[in-house]
C-alpha cells in the first residue's frame, strides 16, 4: 500500500462544476502539498498545510490530521483548470513522498 | 527569472553512456531536492543536500547514480552506463530550511531523459 493515496485517478468535468479530490495517507506528517503538474512536466506548489483550511481564489485545500485525509477543492472550474494535480506529504522537513495524481479534464 | 533552472531540458542517449544534468536552485535556498517522474506516476525522491552536504539518498539511487553539490550552490547528477529503465522526468527542487519548520519546495522545468 502507497503511503500517500488519491483518488480519483482520473476526472472529467464540466465547465462550472464543483471538483472534489481526495488524499489519504498513513504516515506521520509535518504538512501536506497540494500540487499542480502541467502538460510538459512543470510542477507549482499550490498548497502547503498542516491543519485547519486555506483558500487561494477559486481553490480550497482541506485537512483532517486525525483521520489523515485532505480534499482540494476547486469551485466554478474552467477549462484552465485541466492538468494533473498531485497530493505530497513531507516528513521531519525534509523530502516529499507523492501520490500517482488525478488527472482532471475540464470541458467547455 | 530567480526561479528553479535546469539544464538541459530534453536529452537522448544510448545505452551505456554517461549523462549528467544540472540543477540551478532559487539563490538563497540553502535545501535542494532530487526526484524522478516516470510516465503516469507521481515524482519519486532520489536525494538531497541541505548546503553541501547530502542528508539522505533514497534506495532508489543506484550506485550509477551520484549527486553532487560541491558549493553549496548549483547541484548536478549523473548517471554512469544508462540503462532503459533510467528513462523518466528528472526534477529539481529547492526550498529554505530550518529544524522545526517546513517551507515549500520550489520546481524546476525538469530534465527528460530517454535512453535509446
Known amino acids: 500500500k502507497n503511503e500517500v493515496e488519491q483518488s480519483p485517478q482520473n476526472l472529467t468535468a464540466q465547465e462550472g462544476e464543483f471538483i472534489t479530490i481526495n488524499c489519504s495517507y498513513s504516515v506521520g506528517i509535518s504538512a501536506l502539498h497540494w500540487l499542480q503538474q502541467h502538460p510538459g512536466g512543470g510542477i507549482v506548489s499550490l498548497f502547503m498545510?498542516?491543519?485547519g483550511k486555506k483558500k487561494h481564489g477559486r481553490l480550497i485545500a482541506t485537512i483532517n490530521i486525525q483521520e489523515k485525509h485532505s480534499s482540494l477543492h476547486i469551485t466554478a472550474s474552467h477549462p484552465r483548470d485541466s492538468a494533473v494535480y498531485i497530493c505530497?506529504?513531507?516528513?521531519?522537513?525534509?523530502?516529499?513522498?507523492f501520490g500517482e495524481g488525478t488527472q482532471l479534464t475540464v470541458n467547455p | 527569472d530567480t526561479g528553479v533552472s535546469q539544464d538541459p531540458r530534453h536529452k537522448i542517449t544510448k545505452r551505456g553512456q554517461n549523462v549528467t544534468f544540472r540543477c540551478d536552485p532559487i539563490?538563497?535556498?540553502?535545501?535542494l531536492y532530487w526526484y524522478r517522474q516516470t510516465l503516469g506516476q507521481g515524482p519519486e525522491f532520489l536525494t538531497y543536500?541541505?548546503?553541501?552536504?547530502?542528508?539522505?539518498k533514497s534506495r532508489l539511487l543506484s550506485d550509477r547514480f551520484s549527486a553532487e553539490r560541491p558549493k553549496g550552490s548549483f547541484s548536478t547528477l549523473e548517471i554512469q552506463r544508462t540503462e532503459q529503465g533510467d528513462s523518466a522526468m528528472y526534477l529539481c527542487a529547492s526550498s529554505l530550511a530550518s529544524l522545526f519548520t517546513t517551507y515549500t519546495q520550489y520546481f524546476g522545468p525538469g530534465t527528460r531523459l530517454t535512453v535509446l
Open positions: 543536500f541541505q548546503n553541501e552536504a547530502q542528508l539522505e
Open positions: 498545510l498542516s491543519s
Open positions: 505530497a506529504v513531507s516528513t521531519s522537513g525534509s523530502r516529499l513522498t
Open positions: 539563490s538563497e535556498h540553502n535545501r
